[in-house]
């Protein structure tokens, strides 16, 4: 495996776990590779709230800082309906629930007929 993806695989890892303990629901990971040449992961996931949405984000990326030495591009993490999350590897979307609904991020990355893996 080159360094990159082992280094893309640890960042996907650690981005699922952070988005677990932080309750994240409906969590989905898509497999970018050979698909995008933005990412190798798209990661979607869900917040109750607003203030949860925002909180998560900033516990991600604070993370993401202090684990791996970068900082990722972040927007909307002030409204809190849409949080973006742009790490280079990989691209994590967190939303309000009817939000996440109306932009059916999975539908246009995923195969017709497929499913995501969810964690």
Same mark, same amino acid.
């Given at each position: 495996?080159?360094?990159?993806?082992?280094?893309?695989? %640890?960042?996907?890892?650690?981005?699922? =776990?952070?988005?677990?303990?932080?309750? /994240?629901? &409906?969590? *989905?990971? $898509? +497999?970018?590779?050979?698909?995008?040449?933005?990412?190798?992961?798209?990661?979607?996931?869900?917040?109750?709230?607003?203030?949860?949405?925002?909180?998560?984000?900033?516990?991600?990326?604070?993370?993401? %800082?202090?684990?791996?030495?970068?900082? =990722?591009?972040?927007?909307?993490?002030? /409204?809190? &309906?849409? *949080?973006? $999350? +742009?790490?280079?590897d990989v691209i994590v979307h967190i939303f309000r629930p009817e939000v996440r609904e109306f932009y059916q991020l999975e539908k246009m990355w995923l195969p017709q007929g497929s499913s995501?893996?969810?964690?």
């Open positions: 495996m080159a360094h990159s993806q082992l280094i893309s695989e %640890k960042l996907l890892e650690r981005i699922l =776990s952070s988005l677990t303990d932080d309750k /994240a629901e &409906d969590v *989905v990971q $898509i +497999d970018l590779r050979g698909k995008s040449s933005v990412a190798d992961y798209m990661v979607i996931a869900s917040g109750r709230s607003t203030r949860q949405v925002s909180a998560m984000a900033e516990k991600l990326t604070d993370r993401i %800082k202090h684990e791996f030495g970068f900082t =990722s591009k972040v927007e909307g993490k002030d /409204a809190g &309906d849409w *949080v973006l $999350i +742009d790490t280079g995501a893996s969810a964690n």
